[in-house]
């Protein structure tokens, strides 16, 4: 098993995107090849991927996990959000999700973010586990949407 930080999209990331984020969310559309490149390309945007330790067929190590981390400047510092974990269905409970938590926090901590935050609904028991031993403390907040009517 391996974690790395895509720098670049390709056919293999937009496939894997097609397969996981489906499974993130049933409304969220699938990314064209153009939005990949546009994910990735962002400033302060970090794609993470989760590759099996098993080779495919095709000789490539399959992505079977994602989490995007987002860092941005304020006042106050260098902020972190872990946003869209998601893991294929087939390679669940299998470390894949700490994995990719551990390796986006210690690269926030690499570029000195004073916090790195995410959120996840209560309903997502196994979830909300995961980041509880990866060390993340549930806060008391409220959480406000704007969803611009």
């Not at 937009?14 to 490149?37: D, H, K, N, W, Y």
């Not at 945007?45 to 490539?60: H, K, M, N, P, Q």
């Not at 409970?93 to 990719?100: D, E, P, S, T």
């Amino acid at each position: 098993m391996t974690v790395e930080i895509v720098r670049q999209s390709s056919p293999e990331i937009v496939e894997a995107m097609g397969r996981l984020i489906p499974q993130l969310s049933r409304r969220a559309p699938v990314l064209t090849a153009e939005q990949c490149e546009a994910l990735v390309s962002q400033p302060g945007v970090f794609l993470f991927v989760y590759r099996s330790s098993r080779r495919a067929e095709d000789g490539t190590y399959p992505v079977l996990g994602m989490l995007t981390l987002a860092t941005f400047t304020i006042p106050t510092g260098l902020r972190a959000w872990v946003e869209d974990v998601v893991v294929d269905s087939s390679a669940r409970g299998q470390g894949a999700g700490r994995a990719l938590v551990e390796a986006a926090v210690a690269y926030a901590g690499q570029m000195g973010a004073r916090t790195v935050d995410l959120t996840s609904r209560p309903s997502r028991e196994a979830a909300n586990r995961l980041y509880q031993r990866a060390g993340f403390e549930l806060r008391e907040t409220n959480v406000y949407r704007f969803t611009g009517r």
